[in-house]
Each structure stands twice: as structure tokens, then as C-alpha cells.
């Protein structure tokens, strides 16, 4: 029998409607959550992508404010705005658009945020307390991929959990929340050897490689659960890094590609947009 599939845009929009409550309610106590957004330049996608967190900002009663720069911007305008972003009580959260220009310091712009706006969950000081197991913010796609898992009633505790990518934005801080869940947790890269026998073993296999269709069925154990994180383009299509059409004869439950895993990202920014705001309220 097929896989169930698992329906990212039924969950994100269940969790919107969640944040628009709670939006409400931070609304009757005289709070408006307000999300900025830095852009540099005009790198079309960024451009898109920008477009559609303030739209999705909108939908659920939030503000949200973009702060456009030209390419050629230097690093301390950038530095400059962020700090003062970082005193304004009407915003409560705060994020960069990657990638920046080159002569941008991308490290230097995460670290200028103040930890308590750091809703994209990348500034160093959110990176360890999500290590230590400490309450932080948490990178939106792997908070995005956990938050699947438990609507979906998919068991992490005492699981074999296997991801595949170590990027700081999706592999590694999804590998330590699964881990933090109680999984037993396996990291896999580009070095990895025998990577069929390493995902065979999974329960939950987590695959954000950037690599389309690199996982196909016969690495997938039988009913196991199956999140695809990649999204890439082969001959105008989206298709994702796990072969869709063979993984589905094997696996469990599994995320399609559009569908899956991309609408959980905006939604989990909005939850911690929403949460920064609760936060501020006493
Ligand atoms: P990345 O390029 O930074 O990292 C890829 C990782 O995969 C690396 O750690 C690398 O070691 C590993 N890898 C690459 N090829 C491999 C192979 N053949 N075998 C084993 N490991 C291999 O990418 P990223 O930023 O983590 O993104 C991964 C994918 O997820 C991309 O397709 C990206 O577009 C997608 N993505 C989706 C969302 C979303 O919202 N759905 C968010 C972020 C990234």
C-alpha cells in the first residue's frame, strides 16, 4: 500500500490560524507583534521570498516592516539599522534575508541582533541554548519538520532517526531537536560511507541534502517515515531530495515535494514572531 502523505500546507495553515489567535489576544492588551525584515539588494528570490513573509505577516493581524538597502550598502548601515531595530519597542522580531552581498559579513549581521528578536533562531547565543536544551528561538525549518512529526503522531521518543546534510540552517539543529526528543539520532554527509545501509535503519529519515531524488526506495526502510527537506528545480519541476514515486511504495508516511516541509517554514516564523511579543508582555 502507498504512504500516507503527510499535508505541510494543512498543518501551516492550522498553526496560522493558532497565531492569529494569539495575535488577537495580544491585540486586546494593546500589543501589535511587528516582524522587520532586512533585504539587501534585489537577488529575486530573496525579493519573493521577502513578499511572502509579509504577506503571511498580514493574514494573521501582524506587522511587518521591510528595510530595503541597495547592494552596494556598506556593512556598518546595515550594522547601524539592525541596533536600531534592536530599541524598537514596536518590533519584536528581527531577520536578515540570505544571502547578503559578499562584502557583507552575514555572521556579523546575525550577531548584531538582540537574541530576544532573533526569530530566524541562527544568532550564536539561540544556537546554545537550543544545544543545552535551554528555551530559545529555533531555525523555522527544523522547528517546521519536529512540528510535522508530532501532528502527525509520528513516535521521535526511542525512534532511529537518520539526517541526511549537516547545514547549519537544517541538518545539524534538526538532528539535535530530534535528539532532544529522544531519538537516536545518526548525521549523515557527504563522507558518509554506505549511505543505503545508514537510512535502511531509519525510522524517521530526514533528507536535506540539495540533491534531487538522491534517496530512492530501496534506501528506505519498510514503514518508516520519510521527511524531504530539499527543494530543487529539474526541468522547470520542484522535486525533492528523496525519489518520490519509489519512497512512497516503501516508507510509511512521507512529505511531498511542493507541500511538505516549505509552508512549515513561514508558519513556525510566525509563531516565534508571536511568542517574541508574548514575551514582551507583562
Ligand atoms: P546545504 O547545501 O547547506 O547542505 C547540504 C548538506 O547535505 C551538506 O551538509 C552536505 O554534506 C550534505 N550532502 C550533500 N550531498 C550529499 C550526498 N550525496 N550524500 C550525503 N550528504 C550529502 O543545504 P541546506 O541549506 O541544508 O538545504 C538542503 C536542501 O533543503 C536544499 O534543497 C534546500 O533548497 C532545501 N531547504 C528547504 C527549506 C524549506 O523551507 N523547505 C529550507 C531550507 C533549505
Given at each position: 500500500?502507498?504512504?500516507?502523505?503527510?499535508?505541510?500546507?494543512?498543518?501551516?495553515?492550522?498553526?496560522r490560524?493558532?497565531v492569529?489567535?494569539?495575535?488577537?489576544?495580544?491585540?486586546?492588551?494593546?500589543?501589535?507583534?511587528?516582524?522587520?525584515?532586512?533585504l539587501?539588494?534585489?537577488n529575486?528570490?530573496?525579493?519573493?521570498?521577502?513578499?511572502?513573509?509579509?504577506?503571511a505577516?498580514?493574514?494573521?493581524?501582524?506587522?511587518?516592516?521591510v528595510?530595503?538597502?541597495?547592494?552596494?550598502v556598506?556593512?556598518?548601515?546595515?550594522?547601524?539599522?539592525?541596533?536600531?531595530?534592536?530599541m524598537?519597542?514596536s518590533?519584536?522580531g528581527?531577520?536578515?534575508?540570505?544571502?547578503?552581498?559578499?562584502?557583507?559579513?552575514?555572521?556579523a549581521?546575525?550577531?548584531?541582533?538582540?537574541?530576544?528578536k532573533?526569530?530566524?533562531?541562527?544568532?550564536?547565543?539561540?544556537?546554545?541554548?537550543?544545544?543545552?536544551?535551554?528555551?530559545?528561538f529555533?531555525?523555522?525549518?527544523p522547528?517546521?519538520?519536529?512540528?510535522?512529526?508530532?501532528?502527525?503522531?509520528?513516535?521521535?521518543?526511542?525512534?532511529e532517526?537518520?539526517?541526511?546534510?549537516?547545514?547549519?540552517i537544517v541538518?545539524?539543529?534538526?538532528?539535535?531537536?530530534?535528539?532532544r526528543?529522544?531519538a537516536?539520532?545518526?548525521?549523515?554527509?557527504?563522507r558518509?560511507?554506505?549511505?543505503?545501509?545508514?537510512?535502511?535503519?531509519a525510522?524517521?529519515?530526514v533528507?536535506?541534502?540539495?540533491?534531487?531524488r538522491?534517496?530512492?526506495?530501496?534506501?528506505i526502510?519498510?514503514?518508516?517515515?520519510?521527511?524531504?527537506?530539499?527543494?530543487?528545480?529539474?526541468?522547470?519541476?520542484?522535486?525533492?531530495?528523496?525519489?518520490?514515486?519509489?519512497?512512497?511504495?516503501?516508507?510509511?508516511?512521507?512529505?511531498?515535494?511542493?507541500?511538505?516541509?516549505?509552508?512549515?517554514?513561514?508558519?513556525?516564523?510566525?509563531?516565534?514572531?508571536?511568542?517574541?511579543?508574548?514575551?514582551?508582555?507583562?
Amino acid at each position: 500500500m502507498p504512504a500516507g502523505i503527510i499535508d505541510g500546507k494543512a498543518i501551516a495553515a492550522q498553526i496560522r490560524l493558532e497565531v492569529a489567535d494569539r495575535v488577537s489576544a495580544l491585540k486586546k492588551k494593546g500589543v501589535v507583534p511587528g516582524l522587520a525584515v532586512i533585504l539587501v539588494g534585489e537577488n529575486p528570490a530573496s525579493v519573493t521570498y521577502v513578499a511572502n513573509k509579509q504577506k503571511a505577516c498580514a493574514e494573521v493581524g501582524m506587522r511587518s516592516f521591510v528595510r530595503r538597502f541597495p547592494a552596494d550598502v556598506s556593512e556598518e548601515m546595515v550594522l547601524a539599522e539592525i541596533k536600531k531595530l534592536n530599541m524598537d519597542p514596536s518590533c519584536h522580531g528581527i531577520l536578515v534575508q540570505l544571502p547578503l552581498p559578499k562584502h557583507i559579513r552575514e555572521a556579523a549581521c546575525i550577531e548584531a541582533i538582540d537574541p530576544k528578536k532573533d526569530v530566524d533562531g541562527f544568532h550564536p547565543v539561540n544556537v546554545g541554548r537550543m544545544l543545552i536544551g535551554e528555551s530559545s528561538f529555533i531555525p523555522c525549518t527544523p522547528a517546521g519538520i519536529v512540528e510535522l512529526l508530532r501532528r502527525s503522531k509520528v513516535k521521535i521518543e526511542g525512534a532511529e532517526a537518520v539526517v541526511v546534510g549537516r547545514s547549519n540552517i537544517v541538518g545539524k539543529p534538526v538532528a539535535l531537536l530530534l535528539l532532544r526528543e529522544n531519538a537516536t539520532v545518526t548525521v549523515c554527509h557527504t563522507r558518509t560511507r554506505s549511505l543505503g545501509e545508514v537510512t535502511r535503519r531509519a525510522d524517521i529519515l530526514v533528507v536535506a541534502a540539495g540533491r534531487p531524488r538522491m534517496i530512492s526506495g530501496d534506501m528506505i526502510k519498510e514503514g518508516a517515515t520519510v521527511i524531504d527537506v530539499g527543494i530543487n528545480r529539474v526541468d522547470g519541476k520542484l522535486v525533492g531530495d528523496v525519489d518520490f514515486e519509489t519512497a512512497r511504495e516503501r516508507c510509511g508516511l512521507i512529505t511531498p515535494v511542493p507541500g511538505g516541509v516549505g509552508p512549515m517554514t513561514i508558519a513556525m516564523l510566525l509563531k516565534q514572531c508571536v511568542e517574541a511579543a508574548e514575551l514582551n508582555v507583562h
